[in-house]
């Protein structure tokens, strides 16, 4: 199977799950879960809040953790692998950038929205001037037609990407819309392309899987699923399904199933299943870190969080607009007589 090509492995366990402990990670568990990825051979290891750099707010939520404690702590205990940050544009700055970079960070991903890759043109510039690599990350790509993700990835690629990571930030997509897109990417630009699954439609692997048969290289993955919303692809089924497929990822099975298994899922706060809410997510096409923001609204006014998600999607919120999920409570709220 020498023909196969190497898929490198995203693990966004201390970032994307960070949404999912509602950012409350301590550094022995950062380093921890850091340095058991970095045994078992996890090529990029991202570690930030789950919305980036300087994330930590009243609006998406306060971290335990600063961003440099966090880095501090994941640096010293990488050896191999790549120290990995995530950047929106809007939310962390050159300065916050440069701080990774202090902390030893090798990869910014900068996030934007779909049809919003210009924002980051200065961040990829200015990475690659300090010698990271740099990637364009373009967020809920289901909102967008395939040719509309291609114009926006072949601006990241001018910028000066490393390669382009397409995220089904709303676990929206079925196998298809990502092969419509990724492939259309692939066949648009010349840097490698990777992708960002969630599982709400419990679609994670499968859409992963699609990613690659359609020329992806590279795939996100969280340990135990441990991400926004109902999580994302689990990154030791991942290897696992690959190592089937014939696929070398330089993973070893066993030791991301220990990483898994011994380190991660002790620290969890639930189980990361497919819930009433989570499904919604996926089915009404909503950013997956609105879901604890979600709960705790419907909590308040009384009210079905699915109710809350319907009417989010239906006004096509996206990553950034956490704030408005308040505002929509609590008018479906007035609506019904119930505030």
Request: with cysteine; aromatic share 6%.
């Given at each position: 199977?020498?023909?196969t090509?190497?898929?490198?492995i995203?693990d966004?366990t201390?970032r994307?799950?960070?949404?999912?402990?509602?950012?409350?990670?301590t550094?022995?568990?950062v380093?921890a879960?850091a340095?058991?990825?970095d045994?078992?051979?996890?090529e990029?290891i991202?570690?930030s809040?789950?919305?980036?750099l300087?994330?930590?707010s009243?609006?998406?939520?306060?971290?335990?953790?600063?961003d440099?404690?966090?880095?501090?702590a994941a640096?010293?205990a990488?050896k191999?692998g790549?120290?990995?940050?995530?950047?929106?544009?809007g939310?962390?700055?050159v300065?916050?950038l440069?701080?990774?970079a202090?902390?030893?960070?090798k990869?910014v991903?900068v996030?934007?929205?779909?049809?919003?890759a210009?924002i980051?043109e200065?961040?990829?510039?200015?990475a690659?001037?300090m010698g990271?690599?740099?990637?364009?990350?373009?967020?809920?790509c289901?909102m967008?037609?395939?040719?509309?993700?291609?114009?926006?990835?072949k601006?990241?690629?001018?910028?000066g990407?490393?390669?382009?990571?397409?995220?089904?930030?709303a676990g929206?997509?079925l196998?298809?819309?990502?092969?419509?897109?990724v492939g259309?990417?692939?066949?648009?630009?010349?840097?490698?392309?990777?992708?960002h699954?969630?599982?709400n439609?419990?679609?994670?692997?499968a859409?992963?899987?699609?990613?690659v048969e359609?020329?992806a290289?590279f795939?996100d993955?969280?340990?135990r699923?441990l991400?926004a919303?109902?999580?994302?692809?689990?990154?030791?089924?991942?290897v696992g399904?690959?190592d089937?497929?014939?696929?070398?990822t330089?993973?070893?099975?066993?030791k991301i199933?220990?990483?898994?298994?011994?380190?991660v899922?002790?620290v969890m706060?639930?189980?990361?299943?497919?819930?009433?809410?989570?499904?919604?997510?996926g089915?009404?096409?909503?950013?997956?870190?609105?879901?604890?923001h979600?709960?705790r609204?419907?909590?308040?006014?009384?009210?079905?969080?699915?109710?809350?998600?319907?009417e989010?999607?239906r006004?096509?919120?996206?990553?950034?607009?956490?704030?408005?999920?308040?505002?929509?409570?609590y008018?479906l709220?007035?609506?019904?007589?119930?505030?």
């Amino acid at each position: 199977m020498n023909s196969t090509p190497f898929i490198h492995i995203v693990d966004t366990t201390l970032r994307d799950g960070s949404h999912a402990v509602s950012h409350q990670f301590t550094a022995e568990q950062v380093a921890a879960i850091a340095g058991g990825l970095d045994a078992a051979g996890v090529e990029y290891i991202e570690v930030s809040h789950g919305d980036g750099l300087a994330g930590s707010s009243y609006n998406y939520g306060w971290a335990k953790l600063s961003d440099e404690e966090m880095l501090k702590a994941a640096a010293g205990a990488i050896k191999k692998g790549k120290l990995t940050v995530l950047l929106l544009p809007g939310i962390g700055t050159v300065e916050d950038l440069k701080m990774a970079a202090d902390c030893g960070a090798k990869v910014v991903r900068v996030a934007t929205h779909v049809t919003e890759a210009d924002i980051g043109e200065q961040h990829i510039g200015i990475a690659k001037k300090m010698g990271m690599e740099a990637v364009g990350f373009l967020m809920m790509c289901h909102m967008a037609p395939p040719e509309k993700v291609v114009e926006q990835a072949k601006l990241f690629e001018a910028y000066g990407a490393d390669y382009i990571n397409i995220a089904d930030s709303a676990g929206a997509m079925l196998p298809e819309d990502v092969k419509a897109r990724v492939g259309a990417v692939v066949e648009a630009v010349k840097v490698p392309v990777g992708f960002h699954a969630h599982n709400n439609l419990t679609m994670a692997t499968a859409n992963a899987l699609a990613a690659v048969e359609a020329g992806a290289t590279f795939l996100d993955g969280a340990c135990r699923g441990l991400g926004a919303g109902a999580g994302n692809a689990q990154t030791e089924a991942l290897v696992g399904v690959l190592d089937k497929l014939g696929y070398q990822t330089g993973v070893d099975f066993y030791k991301i199933m220990d990483v898994a298994e011994d380190i991660v899922e002790p620290v969890m706060h639930r189980p990361q299943v497919v819930r009433n809410a989570p499904l919604m997510l996926g089915y009404a096409g909503v950013y997956s870190s609105f879901l604890l923001h979600t709960y705790r609204a419907a909590e308040k006014f009384n009210l079905d969080p699915r109710d809350i998600l319907v009417e989010l999607g239906r006004r096509r919120m996206v990553g950034g607009q956490e704030d408005m999920i308040v505002d929509v409570a609590y008018q479906l709220a007035q609506k019904r007589g119930g505030a």
